[in-house]
């Protein structure tokens, strides 16, 4: 009996504009794969398999306005984003760090049960496919300097402003709005 090939789920995907410049967002029917600035160190463009359909990204775009406009601290979106288990554990506490803070990588590692792996963390981070959703801009390195971002530490930088963290010049740690060092401590 011969063996049916897999057939690749269908991925669709739309160009959005924001104040950081183009967002690409692309999905399957399980939720958000990617979410890619445009500009930058690293652009990742539509694959040709692609198809382009705003309609199935809708409620995303519409929360990504919305964080834009100073609407929205956290995303309510079914997310699907390949990676491996460690990758997968690092992007959910991630996503536990709250808007308008920052974490170190040492200290992400640590909440993770792994006080040695910040450089694993740093790795995994790196290869989060989901810009803003999965806020891999608000981990800083120990000594509270900004540390690698695909995009670009200027984007990096311009996104944590937008959230209300104030970036001293060096050796300072980011500040909060209220001038308190910031430590984000999810209970």
């Not at 600035?37 to 359909?53: K, L, M, S, Y």
């Amino acid at each position: 009996m011969p063996r049916q090939a897999l057939v690749p789920p269908r991925i669709w995907y739309t160009i959005m504009d924001s104040p950081f410049g183009p967002l690409c967002l692309a999905g399957v029917k399980a939720g958000l794969l990617r979410v890619d600035f445009q500009r930058g160190n690293r652009p990742v463009r539509p694959a040709a398999a692609w198809q382009e359909d705003p309609g199935h990204l809708e409620t995303a775009t519409h929360q990504l306005q919305e964080y834009f406009q100073g609407q929205r601290q956290s995303f309510t979106l079914p997310l699907a984003p390949p990676g491996t288990p460690f990758q997968q554990r690092v992007w959910q506490e991630l996503q536990r760090i709250p808007f308008g803070t920052t974490l170190t990588y040492g200290e992400l590692a640590q909440r993770l049960g792994m006080p040695q792996a910040a450089r694993a963390v740093g790795h995994a981070n790196g290869r989060n496919p989901l810009a803003i959703v999965i806020p891999c801009h608000r981990l800083i390195g120990s000594d509270g300097q900004l540390r690698g971002y695909a995009s670009g530490i200027a984007l990096k930088q311009r996104l944590l402003q937008h959230e209300g963290v104030q970036l001293l010049q060096s050796p300072h740690l980011p500040f909060t709005k209220r001038g308190e060092v910031k430590s984000a401590e999810v209970p």
